[in-house]
């Protein structure tokens, strides 16, 4: 199709928009222009893009050396979409343009180029549409000129958006994520090799003041999958660690579980009470990994622990407040059992070998090792007479003494190496006679166990 060459508008008014007629006039002059190009510029053209060339060559060139300051930070050229017509015409929805900033003074510049968009397009008198993407001149970038932004990224499946790095061939080496306040920075994230170069960890840094400039290691995720938090040293208690926010129910709370698949092996469960009132932690075990675990020992608010099994202690125990031994419970321990309280075992209770029980208070049971029995025990002290025979006026009923002892002071110690003869001279008295002269005048001590 041939060209026409228009002869070029001159009546222009300042402030009149480029109709129709005036544009489909000026791309018609510039084809024309670039038909005759040949017979006009030789091999020159207007425009050069995408020329096949081996050495540098400018395509297309914004310049502005800008008519202020040297000093200034200015816009030095620009790219701009328009669209329908909005509240102006035209009005500008989108661009991509450069920012020079003064570099040493203003003696040299750098650039920064603009990636922006807006939803309420105005007039290039209004200024240019939000800055959403830049590259700044040391090659970072920002998002929202730095400002709080929102990157949506939607798809199926798991799919990779972001690769940092390449090759890594050394120890403690990797890249980070920073996090700024202005040129401070107070927060991290290090993806790195571990000290052999061998694993992966991942490293997070916080910082106690935002405007300091000093992160410090907080949590690191090793390559085994094992959490590490790091506090360092310093007195008192930090808190490491904090789970759960407003609890308003009975039974309700926390749990960290340990699982084989979906099933909960063991767990650990801080709750509130049946009021609702006061916290107690219960441990969760199973003997069974394929079954989910139960509640095996709970500690409730006011201290008071509860075991659901048996107890084994290698050294002694020690409780200080009346004590309640459960069904079946075994307590077996190679020290002695010192309770200042009383002790109170609820049905049949088999205390272990080696255990001796010693309470500041009552001895109490409803059966140990028998059929709903109370055991109690009677204390007699004195001096046998020159036979050595001991006639002991205990007052109880006879057919409830389960044992008698009889112990002689030999030196500072009362012993019972020396067999005793225990017979009943009545309902309520026993003689005790030793064969050897050695109980003759001596001090002696018996204990009466007896069902109460």
């Known amino acids: 199709m041939s060209v026409t060459y228009l002869t070029p508008k001159e009546n ?13 006039r000026i791309e018609g002059n510039i084809d024309y222009i670039r038909n005759q190009d040949a017979d006009l510029f030789g091999t020159k053209k207007i425009i050069k893009i995408n020329e096949d060339k081996t050495d540098f060559y400018e395509s297309l060139t914004f310049r502005n050396r800008y008519a202020g300051n040297h000093t200034d930070t200015y816009t030095a050229g620009e790219i701009l979409f328009q669209g329908w017509k909005d509240s102006s015409d035209p009005a500008y929805i989108s661009g991509i343009w450069s ?35 830049t590259i700044l001149s ?37 890249y980070s ?72 129910a009975v039974n309700a709370g926390y749990s960290i579980d340990f699982n084989n698949g979906s099933i909960p092996i063991s767990k650990i469960v801080a709750r509130t009470d049946s009021g609702g009132v006061t916290g107690s932690l219960a441990w969760f075990t199973t003997s069974n990994i394929g079954v989910a675990a139960t509640e095996k ?23 200080s407040s009346t004590t309640t031994i459960g069904a079946g419970c075994t307590i077996t321990s190679a020290g002695a059992l010192t309770v200042d309280g009383a002790i109170n075992p609820t ?59 009889t112990f002689l002071l030999t030196g500072a110690n009362y012993t019972d190496r020396d067999t005793f003869n225990h017979s009943f001279t009545s309902t309520d008295g026993i003689c005790v006679t030793n064969d050897s002269a050695t109980f003759a005048s001596a001090p002696y001590r018996s204990i009466i166990t007896y069902l109460g």
Not at 151 to 165: E, K, V
Not at 369 to 398: E, M, P, R
């Open 12 to 24: 222009w008014i300042a402030g009149s928009g480029i109709g129709l007629t005036d544009m489909n």
């Open 99 to 133: 920012t020079r900033s003064p570099e040493f003074s203003g003696a040299s510049s750098n650039g920064d180029l603009h990636f922006g968009t807006t939803t309420n397009p105005l007039p290039r008198s209004s200024g240019l549409p939000s800055s959403r993407f």
């Open 138 to 174: 040391n090659g970072n970038t920002t998002i929202n000129d730095g400002s709080l932004s929102i990157l949506q990224i939607s798809g199926s499946g798991i799919n990779s958006i972001l690769s940092i790095g390449s090759s890594l061939s050394s120890a403690n080496a990797g």
């Open 177 to 248: 994520i920073d996090f700024n306040n202005g040129s401070n920075k107070y927060s991290r994230i290090v993806a790195r090799t571990d000290s052999g170069g061998v694993t992966g960890i991942l490293d997070f840094y916080t910082s106690t003041n935002i405007g300091g400039n000093n992160t410090a290691l907080a949590m690191s995720l090793s390559g085994a999958g094992g959490l590490s938090l790091p506090f360092g040293t310093g007195a008192g208690i930090r808190q490491a660690i904090s789970i759960g926010g407003t609890i308003d």
């Open 297 to 319: 020992m709970s500690l409730n608010g006011a201290g008071d622990l509860f075991i659901a099994r048996n107890i084994s202690i290698p050294g002694a125990i020690n409780i």
């Open 347 to 405: 049905t049949t209770t088999t205390i272990g070998a080696g255990c001796t029980i010693t309470s500041a208070g009552v001895l109490t049971s409803t059966g140990i090792n028998t059929d709903n029995a109370i055991i109690k025990q009677k204390y007699f002290s004195g001096v046998a007479n020159a036979s050595g025979n001991v006639a002991l006026t205990h007052g109880l009923d006879y057919t409830k003494i389960v044992s008698i002892q």
